[in-house]
């Protein structure tokens, strides 16, 4: 998990979400069951277009990339389930892989201390050793990693592999007979691209990276 910023919210909502919610609203408060189209206004492509653009493509909450395990829910951050009138409320929306999504369920995440990537820095209260994620002494980071099963066996084999892709560049990296100016245009593309918010797993190879900072020559990170 790593901070999120929020990207300005999309022209359809701007337009729309004041009636589309006081319509939703008004159904329910009549006791008419709106139709399925009123209940999934949120996964509109334009919405959905512009929350791949702020979580790179990414589980907001897993850093999986969506398109190589699941196509990716909308997630709402506070269930609609609890306050409908949140559905389209653009600061409550995000995406998420469909276990993070079916794990968070309907749990409120004010009382249950789970991370709201856009609000905490999750550097704060997580912390990655390896393809293990760890609490940093806090609530939020013990009820996040516990509650969305952050560790799960699934989610740890795939952060492996890009622990052993990166730890092979440092490999590289540290052997005496690599021409410098090669050595310092791998460690460029890994500390610029490997480590983007952009990239599968970043905070993983974050964490990587400010491990093994010292461990290399110092001509090696004279220009990085």
């Known amino acids: 998990m790593i901070k999120l910023t929020k990207e300005p919210e999309p022209k359809i909502l701007v337009d729309n979400a004041a009636a589309w919610t006081e319509n939703f609203l ?26 791949e653009k702020e979580t790179g493509g990414k589980c907001a909450y897993c850093e999986s990339k969506l398109k190589h395990i699941h196509h990716g829910d909308v997630e709402h951050i506070y269930p609609k389930s609890l306050d409908p009138s949140k559905q389209l409320e653009w600061a409550n929306l995000t995406l998420a892989c469909e276990i993070c999504n079916q794990n968070k369920s309907n749990r409120d995440p004010h009382l249950e201390f789970i991370i709201d990537p856009y609000v905490k820095d999750p550097d704060q209260h997580i912390c ?46 540290l052997r005496p007979d690599i021409p410098l100016p090669a050595k310092k245009a791998i460690l460029d593309d890994l ?9 599968q797993f970043s905070a993983v190879v974050k964490g990587i990276i400010a491990s093994m900072r010292s461990k290399l020559p110092q001509e090696v990170l004279a220009a990085n």
């Open 128 to 173: 990655f050793v390896g393809s293990m994620a760890f609490p940093l002494g806090t609530a939020e980071g013990v009820s996040s990693i516990t509650l969305l099963d952050l560790n799960r066996p699934a989610l740890v084999l795939m952060r492996n592999e890009t622990v052993q892709r990166i730890m092979s560049l440092y490999e590289t990296l």
């Open 191 to 199: 500390e610029s691209n490997e480590s983007s918010s952009k990239a």
């Open 26 to 51: 008004s159904k329910l408060a009549a006791g008419i069951e709106p139709s399925a189209s009123e209940k999934t206004k949120y996964r509109h492509k334009d919405i959905k277009s512009v929350l």
